[in-house]
Structures are given as structure tokens and as C-alpha cells.
């Protein structure tokens, strides 16, 4: 079994997953949009181009997100999205991209647990964790 996170977005998921794709040296493979789908008669119009399905490999992981439909979305809480990667350097570069237009709750540094920890959230408003841990 994996667990793969699924993003909700305001509106927003497109120009998110480009940022992402970017960011994580990823590979979009599916974006579909409102218009795209079986569905479209029934989603109002202004809504066809925003993203019904998007898809990002990130090699052993998915990340997967949609817009929320118009008075659906809520903002995410209580939960952040652990990243998790083998070279300090790596952690900053993430962090660093993230960080841009987002806001910062933990800076990234040394903990008891981790070469590299930090909290953000992303200027989409998604809720990150990066971790570098100790090689033992």
C-alpha cells in the first residue's frame, strides 16, 4: 500500500503543480481540466478551465491535487505534507523555493533530529514540512 497526498486548491492548482513540477524535479503526467472531463455540461462555465485532476510523479510518490469546486473549498489545516530528502543542500534549495511568497512557521535548521527541519506554507497555501535526517 501507498499513501499519496491529494491537494485541494482555491482556484490556483494549475499555476501549483508547475511550481512543484519545477520544485521537486518532478513529471506532470495528467492534467485535466473541467472542460476536459465527461462532466462538463454540469460545471458552470466560468469553472471549465480549472483543474478537475493533476498528477505529479515524483518517481516513488504521486502528488495529486484538483481546484476545489466554487464554495467548497476550505483552507487546509492540521496537517502538513513531509518531504523528506538525503542532502542538507537539497532541503535548503526546497525549502528556499517554497518559502517564496509563502510563510514560514519554522525556520529550516539543525534539530536533535535532523541535519536540515523546517515548517512553511506555501504562497498556494499549502502546509509543507522539509526533513533532512542524520545519516546514521
Same mark, same amino acid.
Given at each position: 500500500?501507498?499513501?499519496?497526498?491529494?491537494?485541494?486548491?482555491?482556484?490556483?492548482? =494549475?499555476?501549483?503543480? &508547475?511550481?512543484? =513540477?519545477?520544485?521537486?524535479?518532478?513529471?506532470?503526467? +495528467?492534467? +485535466?481540466?473541467? @472542460?476536459?472531463?465527461?462532466?462538463?455540461?454540469?460545471?458552470?462555465? =466560468?469553472?471549465?478551465?480549472?483543474?478537475?485532476?493533476?498528477?505529479?510523479?515524483?518517481?516513488? @510518490?504521486?502528488? +495529486? *491535487?484538483?481546484?476545489?469546486? /466554487? *464554495?467548497?473549498? =476550505?483552507?487546509?489545516? *492540521?496537517?502538513y505534507v513531509q518531504i /523528506?530528502?538525503?542532502?542538507?543542500?537539497?532541503?535548503?534549495?526546497?525549502?528556499?523555493?517554497?518559502?517564496?511568497?509563502?510563510?514560514? &512557521? +519554522?525556520?529550516?535548521?539543525?534539530?536533535?533530529? /535532523?541535519? @536540515?527541519? *523546517?515548517?512553511?506554507?506555501?504562497?498556494?497555501?499549502?502546509?509543507?514540512m522539509v526533513n533532512c535526517e542524520?545519516?546514521?
Amino acid at each position: 500500500m501507498k499513501i499519496n497526498s491529494y491537494l485541494m486548491f482555491n482556484g490556483n492548482c =494549475e499555476a501549483a503543480f &508547475k511550481f512543484y =513540477e519545477q520544485c521537486f524535479d518532478g513529471k506532470i503526467t +495528467m492534467m +485535466m481540466t473541467h @472542460r476536459e472531463a465527461p462532466s462538463a455540461e454540469h460545471i458552470s462555465p =466560468e469553472w471549465h478551465d480549472k483543474i478537475m485532476h493533476a498528477c505529479l510523479d515524483l518517481g516513488d @510518490r504521486l502528488l +495529486m *491535487g484538483s481546484d476545489s469546486p /466554487s *464554495g467548497y473549498f =476550505e483552507t487546509p489545516q *492540521g496537517f502538513y505534507v513531509q518531504i /523528506s530528502v538525503a542532502e542538507p543542500a537539497e532541503a535548503e534549495r526546497i525549502f528556499h523555493a517554497l518559502a517564496e511568497n509563502g510563510k514560514v &512557521k +519554522m525556520p529550516l535548521e539543525q534539530t536533535f533530529w /535532523s541535519v @536540515r527541519f *523546517g515548517m512553511l506554507v506555501d504562497r498556494f497555501g499549502t502546509p509543507w514540512m522539509v526533513n533532512c535526517e542524520q545519516v546514521a
